[in-house]
């Protein structure tokens, strides 16, 4: 498994369609479930994404926005819009609401008239700590122009959403899940960014197969000198590379690794404290008690507590 393949598997759609329809000026709704990540697609048309903090962003036709929670946003005609919010969340999106084309109550135009926007949102719960890593690598809000890998996935999910056929839903789902990968691939990858330190590491020879060993297999008993062996080069050339790119040591990066796997665990299994360490690579529970404490601040038992208290 790749860092960035690990990072997002927690993040996917699952009956997250919360509309699609052709808006006509004046309109703005406002997104009010603070929902973790958001993909805002316009397939025709153009409006502007307004946060709560920060300045609006133009989207235009096929051009995509991820919106990063909990704040909520606008997705408004013009910034200094007329017209009065309508909120949206995920209270709007259930089988009640009736087919896809109808969820929301946007008003269905057959032919958009001159102005008119076609927008498809999908909203994302993010769930542990291990997804919650990719989260803080976004910004914001971030928008990728049109043209990429993303436009295929763009007629593919036009032609769905004006279907309302059996087994939609699951096509939605599968669909947007791959529009947001290329869509935070493109962003990652853009000319003059600044993608995370694992994200460009991944792509060196050395490095990446380091990190690929360390997410593949994090309960090993690794040193640098194995991780180096496994990945063909000196101990010393490992340790500069992967310091150099990643920005800290190997074993440090295992370790923090290891923690977010163990936060998981602790969050969502039942399992003795004794086999979250075994699962993360520890065969003694006290001594994985002492460095979950070191990077996470808290002791294993007292985060599951916190965790499961009720909000």
């Known amino acids: 498994m790749d860092v960035f393949g690990d990072l997002i598997r927690g993040v996917r759609a699952q009956g997250s369609l919360f509309g699609s329809s052709t808006l006509t000026p004046p309109w703005s709704l406002h997104f009010v479930d603070g929902a973790p990540l958001t993909l805002c697609t316009v397939l025709s048309g153009a409006g502007w994404i307004v946060p709560e903090d920060g ?7 096929y051009e995509t926005a991820v919106v990063r929670g909990p704040a909520t946003f606008t997705f408004v005609d013009d910034p200094g819009t007329a017209a009065a ?50 989260l803080e690598s976004l910004p914001a809000v971030l928008r990728v122009g049109s043209g990429g890998t993303g436009d295929a996935v763009l007629d593919h999910l036009a032609a769905e959403v004006g279907a309302d056929v059996p087994g939609q839903q699951v096509v939605l789902d599968r669909l947007l899940d ?5 869509t935070l691939r493109e962003w990652f990858d853009r000319p003059g960014g600044e993608p995370p330190a694992w994200w460009a590491a991944q792509r060196d020879p050395v490095v990446g197969a380091a990190l690929r060993l360390l997410h593949a297999e994090p309960a090993a008993p690794w040193t640098v000198a194995a991780l180096a062996g496994r990945t063909g080069v000196s101990r010393s050339t490992l340790a500069k590379r992967f310091a150099e790119l990643v920005g800290e040591p190997p074993l ?26 075994r699962i993360v690579g520890y065969s003694d529970p006290f001594g994985f008690s002492a460095a979950f404490k070191r990077v996470r601040g808290v002791a294993p038992s007292e985060f599951r507590l916190r965790r499961r208290e009720p909000a």
Not at 55 to 61: D, F, I, K, L, Q
């Open 178 to 182: 791959w529009m947001l990968v290329c």
């Open 252 to 277: 440090t990066y295992l370790t923090r690794w290891r923690m977010t796997l163990a936060a998981d665990l602790l969050t969502e299994q039942d399992g003795s404290i004794a086999e979250v360490a």
């Open 85 to 134: 919010p309508v909120a949206c969340g995920a209270f709007c999106s259930g089988p009640e609401q009736g087919g896809t084309r109808y969820r929301l109550g946007w008003a269905e135009c057959g032919e958009p008239g001159p102005g008119a926007t076609t927008l498809i949102v999908g909203a994302y719960p993010v769930r542990g700590e291990i997804s919650g890593r990719l």
């Open 55 to 61: 300045p609006p962003e133009r989207v235009r036709a």
